[in-house]
């Protein structure tokens, strides 16, 4: 295997610019390079770790073992129908550089999902959502390569079981399948979705009564900037816990006991807590635990505020996620992926 690489190190490659090394590290481009690592027995020994962009992921530390780090691009229009056009992309492609693609191509739909950071391939595994909008609404197919018995496999939209930052990838499926394409399904009767308040408060503050997909995408970057913090300049993994669900019985007795709760309801009468107020609640915006703290506009993203090992970012979530258990009753869960 001539590109594979030793002690390799992490730091450039995750967005918390946590310090680890990899013992073993290639850069995948393609199905036969997965099929050359399935055939080497020696590399088929060591555990693996499936690397994009390292933006959902916290290192906690050296990975013993093999990481392939995805890379391979490409992007085609595929055809349409009636209804939709059919995009591909490989899974090395950058998910925000691919949104704007669309958006120059004339295939519009991806576009609230702008500039969140990471890789295409990624994008399926926790069903990546933002702004009212969710990758499950324009996924038609994912292609894959099954290790265990090198065969490639295609799943469409329902076998993903695309959930509130869920799929089948992080179950059955969690370190068995590479993403190697994601096949796209983009209305062709585009309409802009400003479902979410700030997003069309933005549009209309501009006086856009009917917005171009690239002025709602360019929206959605400009919120993006003003809320979360630049990975490039303080390390982070956006959100570091996800919307804890409670039921309606739950949030009516939290509700009670503090009447500013920020809940959104849900279809099946359940209600979604933002995990960012519960957090701020409990005053943890702004603090830090050495040097992992809790970023100072956005109490839901944790970052690396220089030198911050895995371990250290790992014990201010838990802390927090002490606190915000004690005040309220509820167990806020990790987004980010921990390796
Ligand atoms: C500033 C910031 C803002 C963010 N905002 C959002 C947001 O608004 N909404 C949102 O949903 N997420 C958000 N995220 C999280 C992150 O961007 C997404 O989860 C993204 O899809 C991760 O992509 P990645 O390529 O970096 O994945 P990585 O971090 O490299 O990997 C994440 C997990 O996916 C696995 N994986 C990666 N590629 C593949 C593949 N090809 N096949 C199989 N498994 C794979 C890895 O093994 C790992 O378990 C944000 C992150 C940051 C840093």
Same mark, same amino acid.
């Given at each position: ?6 002690? &390799?190190?992490?730091?450039?490659? =995750?967005?918390? /610019? ?5 013992? #073993?590290?290639?850069? +995948? ?24 962009? /390292?933006? =959902?992921? %916290? ?5 013993? $073992? ?17 209804? &939709? ?11 925000h550089a691919f949104v704007q693609w669309?958006? #120059?191509? $004339? ?14 391939? #990624? ?11 969710? @990758? ?13 018995? $090198? ?5 469409? /939209? ?11 990838? *992080?179950?059955?499926?969690?370190? *068995? ?13 585009? !309409?802009?979705? @400003?479902? &979410? ?17 690239? !002025? ?19 390390g982070n993994a956006g959100s570091f816990?996800?919307?804890? +669900? ?17 809940? &959104? ?7 979604? @807590? ?8 409990? /005053? ?13 506009? !956005?109490? %839901? +993203? ?38």
């Open positions: 295997m001539p590109d594979l690489r030793h002690d &390799y190190p992490l730091r450039a490659l =995750n967005t918390f /610019g946590i310090a680890a090394h990899a013992k #073993a590290y290639l850069q +995948v481009r393609s199905v036969a390079e997965l099929r050359a690592v399935r055939d080497d027995p020696a590399l088929m020994a060591l555990p693996r770790l499936v690397l994009g962009g /390292g933006s =959902n992921l %916290l290192l906690t530390r050296d990975v013993d $073992g093999l990481v392939l780090h995805m890379t391979g691009t490409g992007i085609q229009i595929d055809g349409e129908d009636e209804h &939709y056009r059919y995009v591909t992309a490989q899974a090395g492609e950058n998910w669309t958006l #120059a191509n $004339g295939c519009p739909g991806l576009e609230n999902l702008s500039l969140i950071p990471g890789t295409v391939g #990624a994008s399926p595994i926790q069903n990546i959502g933002a702004y009212g909008s969710e @990758l499950a609404d324009f996924v038609d197919a994912v292609t894959a390569f099954d290790f265990a018995t $090198g065969d490639i496999f295609t799943l469409d /939209g329902t076998a993903c079981r695309f959930a509130y930052r869920d799929s089948v990838f *992080k179950h059955e499926l969690k370190d *068995k399948a590479v993403i190697c394409s994601v096949r796209f399904r983009l209305p062709k009767q585009w !309409q802009p979705n @400003l479902r &979410y308040a700030e997003l069309a408060a933005d549009i209309a503050s501009q006086g856009i009564a009917q917005p171009t997909p690239q !002025q709602v995408s360019d929206a959605v970057i400009a919120i993006r900037r003003r809320k979360l913090p630049d990975p490039a300049q303080i816990f996800k919307n804890p +669900v409670v039921s309606a019985a739950k949030r009516d007795e939290l509700l009670a006991q503090h009447p500013a709760l920020v809940s &959104y309801p849900q279809a099946d009468g359940s209600y979604k @807590l933002a995990a960012g107020w519960l957090i701020d609640q409990c /005053g943890w915006k702004g603090k830090s635990l050495g040097a992992a703290g809790v970023h100072d506009r !956005q109490a %839901l +993203v944790l970052v690396n505020r220089g030198g911050a090992t895995g371990a250290d970012v790992l014990v201010l979530a838990r802390t927090i996620v002490d606190d915000v258990r004690q005040r309220f009753g509820v167990t806020l869960e990790p987004e980010p992926v921990v390796a």
